[in-house]
């Protein structure tokens, strides 16, 4: 069998160079197009991903940090949080093309992390994280004392523990309200409950916490 | 950490060959949903028009003489309550708890509240029950209701179950045969049941056509146990002659 012949012209640092040029090209492309992903907005990034899934990815990025911190002050396991954050976003993987743009995204991302954390919660109960206190928690409750004037007698702690023993439904909107900082439309966007009930549950959980910290 | 968490899925998404679902399954979805929430709207309205058909037609609302032979068997509270088409009512109630449920499920439905779904409700049916109800189709299913399923006879109280009683001297349903030489009507009764009526003393009504297939009230006495004699004979429902005013001339 004989070998190919190679052309008399052919000069190996010739390769090199083009391969050097195309990885470049390649690299610099790949960095336009996360530079741009990284100034569209959520709407344009979903269009984006909506017709080129591999965008995926910017929403990866975008969310990822985000929604670990939401994980964590939901109160589930911080050794499962990394497993449950692949379970969301392999969820609005799925799930991408049923958002309409009728809510904001990261409402509708939101929904699929609590859905998902609730799930999480109700299957293994005994993961909540609930001896857990410190940095997560510590805006928020920074935030309740701002608005709260009876809390600003209480510890940080007192305060976390406060949250902690509310019911799942008072809970789950104090978290969305004072750690995720989200709006009453938001929230009623995120959980799938009416303003009115956002408004009634946020004041229900307000007097529940300072009902708790009296009593301590 | 960012690389890895999206090195991580996508190693998941192709391992596991995960796609996207079609947007078209989704828009099927919401399509579907809204001929399910239109479809109970109808059946809504038509059982409102149904209702309201029963709930006016009783002849206490429209016949003096009615109203005391009536009065003579129960007092007026317990006539009107008895009147009333309960089942009916239920139904629309059912319906309604069915079509808050869907729309309360769909994509948005968490954001209208009760006051919201239940107001747009009845929006949308009251003027289709109007229709319904206006136009005939209300007393058409009813009647269709009455003739064709006995269950439903006995489960409505309407103006048929009021003429139902030959032996308190009223009786109504559905012409078979006219022998005008005899002066003998053959009548289907409401509650299916063939009965002669002697016609010869009977006063009837100028708005009133003895012919097959039409419905009448007779006002008389019960003689055998399929036997009638008729003081009075009259139109089932006035929307007939309105209907085919013809025929009156034509008497």
Known sequence: ???????????????????????????????????????????????????????????????EKILLLYIAVSGCERKSA????????????????????????????????????????????????????????????????????????????????????????????????????????EISDIL????????????????????????? | MPNKVSDAFWSTIEQNQITPIPRWHFVLKQVTLRIVVATLAIIVSL????????????????????TITLLHDYPLLISMLMSMPWSWLVLIMLFFLLVFTVVSRSKKGYS???????????????PLTTVFYASGIGRSTHWYLSENYSDYYHLV???????????????????IRYDEK??????????????????????????TLLLPGKYVKVKGVQTTKEGFLAHSIHSRSEVYIAEHPELIKNR
């Not at chain 1, 799938?192 to 910290?213: D, F, G, M, P, R």
């Not at chain 2, 109280?157 to 559905?174: A, C, F, I, M, Y």
């Open chain 1, 1 to 63: 069998m004989v070998a190919p012949a190679i052309p008399r012209n052919f000069i190996p640092s010739e390769l090199f160079a083009i391969t050097v040029h195309f990885s470049k090209l390649w690299a610099s492309n790949k960095i336009a197009i996360k530079k741009q992903s990284e100034w569209l907005s959520d709407q344009e990034l979903v269009l984006l991903t909506q017709k080129e899934t591999k965008q995926f990815t910017a929403i990866i990025h975008r969310y």
């Open chain 1, 82 to 185: 990394g497993e449950l954050l692949q379970d969301i976003f392999v969820n609005a993987y799925v799930y991408l093309n049923e958002y309409d743009h009728s809510i904001p995204f990261s409402s509708w991302i939101y929904r699929l992390a609590h859905k998902e954390i609730d799930e999480r919660l109700k299957n293994l109960p005994a993961k909540r994280d609930d001896n857990e206190s410190g940095s997560p928690y510590e805006p928020m409750v920074e935030r309740i004392t701002n608005t709260l004037p009876d809390c600003q007698h209480y510890t940080l702690t007192q305060i976390i523990t406060a949250v902690k023993q509310l019911e799942g439904k008072y809970r789950d909107v104090m978290v969305l309200k004072y750690a995720e900082q989200k709006s009453s439309p």
């Open chain 1, 192 to 216: 799938e409950i009416s303003q009115h009930t956002v408004e009634t549950l946020t004041l229900h959980a307000e007097n529940k916490i300072n009902a708790y910290l009296e009593n301590i």
């Open chain 2, 47 to 66: 059982a409102g028009a149904v209702a309201l058909y029963i709930s006016l037609n009783h002849d206490f609302t429209i016949s003096h003489d009615y």
């Open chain 2, 112 to 126: 209208y509240g009760i006051i919201r779904i239940s107001t747009g409700l009845l929006l949308a049916t009251i």
């Open chain 2, 157 to 175: 109280n309407g103006n048929e179950q009021d003429w139902s009683h030959p032996d308190k001297g009223r009786l109504g349903g559905r012409v």
């Open chain 2, 182 to 207: 005899e002066r003998i009507l053959i009548l289907k009764s409401f509650a299916n049941e063939f009965w002669q009526i002697d016609v010869k003393e009977a006063k009837i009504d100028s708005d």
